[in-house]
T-cell receptor
């Protein structure tokens, strides 16, 4: 059974810093890995999706990497802004499940 | 080019009543997934459906919960005889095919009085 873990559970940093969010998964037989953003009381916004054959994806100030062999993915946020404050979720597709397996998220606060 | 549409956005029910949550997938998507997010917990997969077929319901509670995706119309997640513990946000996602990227709706927040 696939399990996804996100570290840290919460993070608070000053505006302008670069930061890294970590995600690990137990079963490397995944089809893809997605990073989402969730604002309080809102739905999920897909940020980046990495197919199992890819190593990384970039969108603006965001960069996500995938290392299937070690069961890890990282989300790098450059030059953080207060508007980046949200919960970031990592989700793996595959590894014995038809649906996405989500981590519990990293609650990020960017201090102005 | 509407995304995944869920309604209602908020639903309040008293214990023992029935709750019906609707999900219209993105245009061209024939695969639907339902997830539940309990307070202070992560999202959990409930059920995966294609048109007129339940493919995987391994995440569904054994009793009171059912899902369907008819040939015409939205997918429905039905909860009978609701209890306080059913209070959660229920999210629907759709994809164009199996193992393809999933696109999420804004969710239905279910509150049980």
């Amino acid at each position: 059974k696939q399990e996804v873990t996100q570290i840290p559970a919460a993070l608070s940093v000053p505006e302008g810093e670069n930061l890294v969010l970590n995600c690990s998964f137990t079963d490397s037989a995944i089809y893809n890995l997605q990073w989402f953003r969730q604002d309080p009381g809102k739905g999920l916004t897909s940020l980046l999706l990495i197919q199992s054959s890819q190593r990384e994806q970039t969108s603006g100030r965001l960069n996500a990497s995938l290392d299937k062999s070690s069961g890890r993915s990282t989300l790098y946020i450059a030059a953080s802004q207060p508007g980046d404050s949200a919960t970031y979720l990592c989700a793996a597709l595959g590894g014995g499940a038809d649906g996405l397996t989500f981590g519990k998220g990293t609650h990020l606060i960017i201090q102005p | 080019n509407a995304g995944v549409m869920q309604n209602p956005r908020h639903l309040v029910r008293r214990r023992g009543q029935e709750a019906r949550l609707r999900c219209s997938p993105m245009k061209g998507h024939s695969h639907v997934y339902w997830y539940r997010q309990l307070p202070e917990e992560g999202l959990k997969f409930m059920v995966y459906l294609q048109k007129e077929n339940i493919i995987d319901e391994s995440g569904m509670p054994k009793e009171r919960f059912s899902a369907e995706f008819p040939k015409e119309g939205p997918s429905i997640l039905r909860i009978q005889q609701v209890v306080r513990g059913d209070s959660a946000a229920y999210f629907c996602a759709s994809s164009v095919g199996e193992n393809q990227p999933q696109h999420f709706g804004d969710g239905t927040r279910l509150s049980i009085l």
